[in-house]
Each structure stands twice: as C-alpha cells, then as structure tokens.
C-alpha cells in the first residue's frame, strides 16, 4: 500500500527512532549516533548503531544485518506488515490515517485469520458454557477448581469430540476451506475435505498485546493423542515469539514477571492473585521470547515444575534470560510438583512467601552442581569445584563473582586465590573462543548478506551493482543521467535489480526521497540488506569515475574488470570490524 510522502514525512517527524527504539532497548550515546544490544539477535556487546545526524534516522545492526528506518524497526520487533507498522506508529503520535488508502492482500488476509480466530473462540466458548457437548470440558474445569470469573477473563472453551462440528459453524459465517486452513483451524484430509483441526480438548485462546485472538492451545483430556495441540504458525502468529497471558501481565503494577511452565500454572497462579505471570507456548524459552521478556522488566522468576525436566528446562531458561540482560531467580517447590499443586495445597500467601525467598540463579546452578556427587569424597568435592568454575566464570559482575568465589572458598575450605586463578583461565579461555565465534559470525554474515545464488556466480557483477546503487542513493541529481546508461535489465542479480528499479521510481515520482523509504516494497529482512548499502556507502567514497567503471563492468559483462575490488575472506573481516570500530 502506498501511502502519502508527507504522511510517511510526518508520521517519521513524530516518532523519532531513537524515542521510539528506547522503549525496547537501552540506547547508548556514542558521538552523533548511538549504540544498543541488538533486539533481533542474543549478544553480549552491542553491535546495532542508530544513526541520528542524517536526513532519514535510521539503525543498523552488524552482526545479524538487520536495518532500517523507524517503519522497518516496528515492523521486526513487533512482528507486523507494513500496513499495520504505519498504523501502530500512526497512534502512538495520535495522527488519522489517511483516507482511501486502499488495502494490501497480505493486510486483507491477516485481518481475516484474526476474524475466525474471534469467531472461533467464541465457539468454543459457547460449547463450554451452554452446550451439553460442554460438560465434559465444564467438568475438567471444575476440577481444576477455577471459577467462572477465570474462565471468563482467559475466554477457555470446549472443542467437541466432532470431526467438522468447528468447520461448519465457520463455513455458515461465510469463512471459505482455504481460509480456515490458512488459519490453522482446519487441515485437509486425503480425499480433499477439510476437518477440526481440534477435537475434544479444553480450549486457551492466545491473545496478543493488542486483545487480538492469533492462536489456541487445546489440552486433551483423556484418550489418544498429544497431551497439548497447539497452533502451527500462520500470518498473525509466530509461536516462538509470543507468550501466554503477556496482555495481562504487562498491566501488572509489579516489577517482576513469574515464568511458568503451562497454561494451567499461568491461569491457577493469576487466579490467585499473581497477573504478573507468562509461559512458553508449548515450546522451550526461545531467544526471541527472553528478549520479548527484557522489553517489560528486568527480574524474572523461574516457577518451572519441581521434576527432571523441569529442571534442565530452568537451566536453559537462565541462560536465555541473562543473554537479554535480565536478572533470574529461581522458585524452591517443596510439597508439590508445580505452582498449580503447590498453590492449590498452601494457598497463595505461601506462594508469595515462595516468590519473596527465591533464590538467584548463580545459587541454583551452584546447587545443579552438586547432582551425582558425593562430595564427602575427594573426588566428589574436586568435580563439584571444577563444575563451579565454570559456573562463577559466567558471572559479569567483578565484585559479584569475588563474593561468590569468597563463599564457595569458605564453605569448602579451599584457597581463594586458587579458585580466582581457575576462573579467571576459564574467563580467558572463553574470551579467545568469543573472539573466535565473532569471526565465524562475521563470515556467516558475510554470506547472509549475499541475496540470490547469481552473486556467487557473478561477484564482480553483484559489488558494481551495490556500487551503482550506493552512489544513486547519494547522488539523487543523477538518476536521470545513470538511468540513461544502464537499464534494471543489464543487472545480473534479481535483488539489486530490483533495488534500482524500485530507487529510480522513488526518486523520479516522490518530494521526499531516500533509499531507506522503500519499505511498502520490500520485507523488512530485505531492508536490512538496502540498510547494509547504505551504512556502506558512508564508508566507502564512491565518485563519477568508479560509477563509470561499474557501469561498464555490467554492460560488458568483462571477465577480468579489474575494477571493482575482489575482497578476500581477511580483507573483508577487517573492513567490516573497521565499521565496527567507527560507530
């Protein structure tokens, strides 16, 4: 969809990027730019630069590629078109949308998804509350002792045990097969019919920050089949990027969130009093969900349950979580085996007795430390030491790990400056394996940023391109002169092709011209690679002569040009940690 230039001019005027970045990352002032941990991959140090003296403020992260301008940065973060970013910015400023806008086909189908996904839900709770098919959901509620205000508040419901009894209630609203497949609602069987894709089992809508129902969970309540169904992903639902019951727990007056393992911990914990509570979406915390967590607090408590895997799944939450920068702690469950049971047997002071005594996580892995181990032996107590080397060696803070090490030295009656020395070898160790790593990133980014199987075919073609592009970016006055010469057709690469084709047209019909204002025609992973040229390009002098000699290399097509420079693998390392290094 294409929008006004001055409305997309306005709307970037009230909604500055730095202002509007702040509110997911901690920007860093650098000079006339500012730096920030990357919000789209796990870092330590931050790679991500936001440019703030230039005529479109924009961001750049160098070690994932992603890029942009404010448009492009809502519409990664949070998961939305084009269409949808304008208009979430749009009301952040309090500006109208334009009028006749028109619509787009992706725009058109995610409404529709997010239409059934209503209507669904409704279904299913109709069949709970007021069916006779409903009893045997009522019945588990029941059970499970939540009232109807809870059953309410989350929206629960029943699918029956019918093969089409979904299917035909949303083709009498007029929902099409194509459509409830695309939705997920409904899969095609062999013979070409459509049926429930959920059957007999209690029903969690998943709702997203904006009240929008965008998937379901459906817990079997006895016979075959998976315990948990949950929803494959669709336009309007990305499972490793949203978390159950996070519409509420945002509003939550409370500083810290309670990571839970299910829907049924979420829903007993907030009945009894807890909004502040979320959980994985039948999968194991993913980066994007600890960093989806990092943008509403700083202090999250693991309430995993008490068993094996519960446990191990503890441990690689800390890991994400700390990742993000955010600090965890870890419940003790004595009693019980989840925070359902344990609430359902001691109430909910006790519970947040429970919250208030919880431990960090450096105790919690101390302890992990210890599992298999007698450490009444020698050998037992020196696997338990070395195991917790590589436990303190993970701790940022200098005077957090000296504690730390002082309490495991007296506790296990060793020389604390023996136990400095083992960790500070382990912290050297994993220093040389991260610089390491950061090379292997920059190759793989390297790669990442090659757009179609022509580049490797024809990499002197693909550099007089970016040249081409880079230089029209900066140099608008010269389209007319530049189109003259060389046609989208004479390039070699269908991405920079393209580039070109849609920046001539830009600079040609718009009074607000700039090459980050392409994203009603590329993905926002695309404007990435855009972003790329154009940080490069501010690097990189690019003159009329260098233009002529790219241009000739795309028309003669030279097999020895000459002309563009052939980076070898160091050589390109050391341009782009040379970037790096400016910012």
């Given at each position: 969809?294409?929008?006004?230039?001055?409305?997309?001019?306005?709307?970037?005027?009230?909604n500055?990027?730095?202002?509007?970045?702040?509110?997911?990352?901690?920007?860093?002032r650098?000079?006339?730019?500012?730096l920030?941990?990357?919000?789209?991959?796990?870092?330590?140090?931050?790679?991500?630069?936001?440019?703030?003296?230039?005529?479109?403020?924009?961001f750049?992260c160098?070690?994932?590629?992603?890029?942009?301008d404010?448009i492009?940065?809502?519409?990664?973060?949070?998961?939305?078109?084009y269409?949808?970013?304008?208009?979430?910015?749009?009301?952040?400023?309090?500006?109208s949308?334009?009028e006749?806008?028109?619509?787009?086909?992706?725009?058109?189908?995610?409404?529709r998804?997010?239409?059934?996904?209503?209507?669904a839900?409704?279904?299913?709770?109709?069949?709970?509350a007021?069916?006779?098919?409903g009893?045997k959901?009522?019945?588990?509620?029941a059970?499970?002792?939540?009232?109807?205000?809870?059953?309410?508040?989350?929206?629960?419901?029943?699918?029956?045990?019918?093969?089409?009894?979904?299917s035909?209630?949303?083709?009498?609203?007029?929902?099409?097969?194509?459509?409830?497949?695309?939705?997920?609602?409904?899969?095609?069987?062999?013979?070409?019919g459509?049926?429930?894709?959920?059957?007999?089992?209690?029903?969690?809508?998943?709702?997203?920050?904006?009240?929008?129902?965008?998937?379901?969970g459906?817990?079997?309540?006895?016979?075959?089949?998976?315990k948990?169904?949950?929803?494959?992903?669709?336009?309007?639902?990305?499972?490793?990027?949203?978390?159950?019951?996070?519409?509420f727990?945002?509003?939550?007056?409370?500083?810290?969130?309670?990571?839970?393992?299910?829907?049924?911990?979420?829903?007993?914990?907030?009945?009894?009093?807890?909004?502040?509570?979320?959980?994985?979406?039948?999968?194991?915390?993913?980066?994007?969900?600890?960093?989806?967590?990092?943008?509403?607090?700083?202090?999250?408590?693991?309430?995993?349950?008490?068993?094996?895997?519960?446990?191990?799944?503890t441990?690689?939450?800390?890991?994400?979580l700390?990742e993000?920068?955010?600090?965890?702690?870890v419940i003790?469950m004595?009693g019980?085996?989840?925070?359902?049971e344990?609430?359902?047997?001691?109430?909910?002071?006790r519970?947040?007795?429970?919250?208030?005594?919880?431990g960090?996580?450096?105790?919690?892995?101390?302890?992990?430390?210890?599992?298999?181990?007698?450490?009444?032996?020698?050998?037992?107590?020196?696997?338990?030491?070395?195991?917790?080397?590589?436990?303190l060696?993970?701790?940022?803070?200098p005077?957090?790990?000296?504690?730390?090490i002082?309490?495991?030295?007296?506790?296990?009656?060793?020389?604390k400056e023996?136990?400095v020395q083992?960790?500070n070898?382990?912290?050297r160790?994993?220093?040389?394996?991260?610089?390491?790593r950061?090379?292997?990133d920059?190759?793989t980014?390297?790669?990442r940023?090659?757009t179609?199987?022509?580049?490797?075919?024809?990499?002197?073609?693909y550099?007089?391109?970016?040249g081409?592009?880079?230089?029209?970016?900066?140099?608008?006055?010269?389209?007319?002169?530049?189109?003259?010469?060389?046609?989208?057709e004479?390039?070699?690469?269908d991405?920079?092709?393209?580039?070109?084709?849609k920046?001539?047209e830009?600079?040609?019909?718009?009074?607000?011209?700039d090459?980050?204002?392409?994203?009603?025609?590329?993905?926002?992973?695309?404007?990435?690679?855009?972003?790329?040229?154009?940080?490069?390009?501010?690097d990189?002098?690019?003159?009329?002569?260098?233009?002529?000699?790219?241009?000739?290399?795309?028309?003669?097509?030279?097999?020895?040009?000459g002309?563009?420079?052939?980076?070898?693998?160091?050589?390109?390392?050391?341009y782009?940690?040379?970037?790096?290094?400016?910012?």
């Amino acid at each position: 969809m294409a929008f006004p230039d001055s409305f997309i001019y306005e709307l970037k005027q009230n909604n500055p990027i730095d202002s509007v970045m702040s509110s997911y990352v901690s920007l860093i002032r650098r000079g006339r730019n500012s730096l920030c941990l990357c919000p789209f991959h796990s870092e330590k140090s931050p790679s991500c630069t936001v440019y703030l003296d230039v005529s479109d403020p924009h961001f750049y992260c160098f070690g994932c590629g992603a890029g942009g301008d404010v448009i492009t940065f809502i519409m990664k973060i949070e998961n939305l078109d084009y269409v949808e970013a304008v208009k979430f910015l749009a009301s952040r400023a309090g500006m109208s949308m334009p009028e006749d806008t028109g619509g787009s086909q992706a725009a058109h189908i995610k409404s529709r998804v997010l239409e059934m996904n209503r209507t669904a839900a409704r279904y299913f709770f109709d069949v709970l509350a007021h069916s006779s098919a409903g009893e045997k959901g009522r019945r588990y509620f029941a059970e499970r002792q939540l009232s109807p205000a809870t059953i309410t508040k989350y929206g629960l419901g029943y699918a029956p045990d019918d093969w089409y009894g979904l299917s035909n209630h949303m083709r009498s609203k007029g929902y099409s097969e194509e459509e409830l497949i695309t939705a997920n609602l409904c899969g095609r069987g062999k013979k070409g019919g459509i049926y429930d894709q959920f059957r007999d089992r209690v029903m969690f809508p998943i709702i997203d920050l904006r009240g929008n129902v965008i998937a379901f969970g459906g817990r079997i309540i006895d016979g075959s089949g998976p315990k948990y169904l949950n929803s494959a992903d669709t336009p309007v639902f990305k499972k490793s990027s949203n978390l159950f019951s996070l519409n509420f727990a945002k509003n939550s007056e409370e500083k810290r969130l309670i990571l839970a393992e299910g829907y049924m911990d979420v829903i007993s914990i907030n009945q009894a009093g807890f909004e502040n509570v979320v959980a994985t979406l039948g999968t194991a915390l993913t980066q994007e969900q600890a960093r989806l967590m990092a943008r509403y607090t700083k202090e999250v408590i693991i309430a995993y349950d008490s068993d094996g895997a519960g446990q191990k799944a503890t441990h690689k939450a800390i890991n994400l979580l700390s990742e993000a920068g955010v600090r965890t702690k870890v419940i003790h469950m004595e009693g019980a085996k989840d925070p359902d049971e344990y609430i359902k047997k001691f109430g909910a002071l006790r519970f947040r007795q429970l919250l208030d005594k919880s431990g960090g996580a450096i105790e919690f892995e101390l302890d992990k430390c210890r599992e298999g181990l007698d450490t009444d032996t020698d050998e037992g107590r020196i696997e338990f030491l070395k195991r917790c080397v590589n436990v303190l060696a993970d701790i940022s803070s200098p005077i957090e790990r000296e504690v730390y090490i002082g309490r495991l030295a007296d506790e296990n009656k060793v020389n604390k400056e023996m136990l400095v020395q083992q960790v500070n070898g382990v912290i050297r160790k994993r220093q040389k394996q991260d610089q390491s790593r950061e090379w292997t990133d920059i190759r793989t980014f390297r790669n990442r940023m090659r757009t179609s199987p022509d580049e490797y075919a024809h990499p002197r073609e693909y550099k007089a391109e970016r040249g081409i592009i880079a230089y029209l970016a900066a140099n608008p006055d010269e389209a007319e002169n530049i189109s003259s010469r060389i046609s989208p057709e004479d390039f070699t690469t269908d991405f920079n092709k393209k580039v070109y084709e849609k920046l001539l047209e830009k600079i040609k019909n718009s009074s607000f011209y700039d090459i980050l204002s392409l994203q009603s025609e590329f993905t926002a992973d695309e404007m990435g690679k855009i972003t790329e040229i154009a940080v490069n390009s501010k690097d990189v002098n690019i003159n009329r002569t260098a233009v002529d000699d790219f241009i000739n290399i795309l028309l003669s097509k030279a097999d020895n040009p000459g002309d563009v420079k052939n980076y070898s693998d160091d050589d390109f390392l050391k341009y782009i940690q040379s970037l790096k290094s400016k910012k």
